[in-house]
């Protein structure tokens, strides 16, 4: 029998689905007259039938894990008029995959939980699943959201993307590139700077484990798709891109691989090359789920990302408490470069560059950042994609505050200036100490503005602040209070509409 769990409170809990747009009067402070028109879109789990499921058997328990709650996307819209006034509406909706909408429709939860719990539990939710729905698990397209050829995506990187109506949160289908890529599709593609091109990967638990693909900048054809031959399931969730090359990740993301594993995680192939024409690199231990950006410069491929010592994905021998252990991964601590595997500010993540040397196969890797603070969810002004870029922005993590929860807290935002002659590399933080948790994203053609939305227990937040070329603004130019809760979430972005308004 499948329970639904009670245990998720507070932020994590979900919503119920708005039902339609609606107008958001409340807001303090004004909207810039040169601020674009378009849609801040946001997507993170949200369970249906109102919580987490486990189930007990004979084989023993198997649950869900937080990531697990089917995705809802949250939609602010902005519209001015023709006299240049701001009309401001709010949406939610739950992304409808092909195993959503038959659990809805079953009007019950009907996939047996299958990433967590004890093995045999775990094995035989695979093979019911499987006989009972075709598929093993449920897909859950709960990550991220992006744009190609003017069509837009939600994804998350077990299975395909689905494409979205933007304007009314419809959820139109799978998109699989006219029948050529039917596997995992990664939460992070890429546009290739000049074509356009989007590069994507997929990884799998099964043969081929990773495979790397190029989108036509039209959408319509898949230009390019090789088996890179790796010998096992790398979990790599980003990716990066330059003028010239593609930058494959293969940090192990649980800890137990990166105890056992000692390859050349960092891998630069020409655009459509092959498994043959990679260029591996060796570089330090490390773990690096985002990725600033990638650039050419003379014979070097350059590589900014967020990167810690070792991975929060703690696989399934850690011996030590997971409790202490999370608590003890995010600790604010200064000897965040040792290299035992004393788990003190395992985590602890910052700006780092990998310069990787296409001639000689030497790399130089440096921090970015200091140990003031510790970031992640990393991200750039998207139109210098692949190629030099000054500024990159990434959330910060309370790491005061994680120490009693054994969870990382998100305070606020830095801005950093990744060349600055003066002062070399340096990063300026925009915390925001009443904030559980923050999001952001920049909006429109430069550096002009920076949104972030400030997550309260019971609404949420969403504030403009103007960025200019050097400092974060003190105070937000507006507030925006939004009808309804938004939960904890995962990526989300700003698309430029022409017509944005999302009244049916
Ligand atoms: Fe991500």
Redesign the pocket.
């Known amino acids: 029998m499948i329970v639904v769990s009670t245990f998720w409170q507070s932020n994590f809990a979900p919503v119920e689905e708005m039902g339609e747009a609606v107008l958001v009067s409340n807001v303090n402070g004004a909207i810039p007259d040169d601020f674009p028109e378009g849609v801040y879109i946001r997507n993170g789990p949200n369970p249906l039938f109102g919580g987490l499921k486990s189930t007990n058997s004979m084989f023993g328990r198997s649950s869900h894990i937080w990531v697990e709650g089917e995705g809802m996307l949250h939609a602010v819209y902005f519209n001015k008029d023709s006299g240049g006034s701001w009309t401001i509406c709010y949406n939610n909706r739950h992304v409808q995959t092909e195993t959503f909408k038959l659990e809805r429709g079953r009007q019950k939860p009907s996939f047996l939980p299958a990433i967590k719990g004890n093995s045999p539990a775990i094995l035989s939710a695979f093979i019911l699943n499987m006989l009972r729905f075709g598929k093993i698990n449920k897909y859950i397209s709960n990550?991220?959201v992006f744009e190609h050829s003017g069509k837009f995506y939600s994804i998350a990187e077990s299975d395909l993307p689905q494409e979205i109506d933007i304007v009314t949160l419809e959820t139109l289908g799978n998109w699989d590139i006219n029948g050529a890529w039917k596997r995992p599709f990664t939460?992070?593609p890429k546009k290739a700077p000049v074509t356009g091109e989007m590069l994507i990967m997929g990884v799998d638990a099964k043969k081929p484990f990773f495979e790397l693909g190029v989108i036509s900048a039209d959408g319509k054809r898949l230009l390019h798709k090789v088996d890179l031959n790796l010998s096992r399931c790398s979990l790599c969730?980003?990716i990066g891109v330059t003028q010239r090359y593609n930058v494959i990740i293969d940090f192990p993301l649980t800890l137990d691989l990166n105890r056992l594993i000692r390859g050349r995680p960092i891998g630069v192939m020409p655009r459509y090359g092959d498994a043959n024409s990679v260029c591996w690199f060796d570089v330090k231990r490390s773990s690096a789920?985002?990725v600033f950006n990638c650039f050419e410069d003379g014979d070097e491929v350059i590589m900014w990302a967020c990167r810690a010592r070792g991975s929060i994905i703690p696989g399934p021998d850690l011996g030590l408490e997971k409790h202490e252990w999370f608590s003890r991964g995010f600790k604010h601590t200064r000897s965040v470069e040792n290299n035992s595997d004393n788990p003190d500010g395992l985590f602890f993540s910052r700006a780092y560059e990998w310069r990787l040397n296409m001639t000689t196969g030497e790399v130089v890797e440096r921090n970015l950042t200091g140990t003031e603070f510790s970031m992640d969810?990393p991200m750039i002004n998207e139109n210098v994609m692949g190629v030099k870029n000054q500024y990159g922005y990434s959330q910060v993590v309370d790491s005061t505050a994680s120490s009693t929860s054994g969870m990382a807290k998100y305070r606020g935002l830095a801005k950093l200036y990744f060349e600055e002659p003066e002062l070399g590399s340096s990063a300026e933080p925009l915390l925001s100490p009443s904030s559980e948790v923050s999001m952001k994203m920049m909006v429109g053609s430069s550096d002009s503005y920076t949104m972030k939305t400030l997550m309260y227990l019971s609404c949420l937040i969403l504030q403009v602040y103007r960025v200019d070329t050097k400092k974060f603004s003190s105070e937000p130019v507006a507030t925006i209070t939004l009808p309804r809760r938004v939960p904890y979430g995962?990526?989300g972005a700003f698309m430029p509409l022409s017509s944005p308004r999302s009244t049916r």
């Open positions: 990550t991220n939460s992070h969730h980003d789920f985002h969810f995962f990526h």
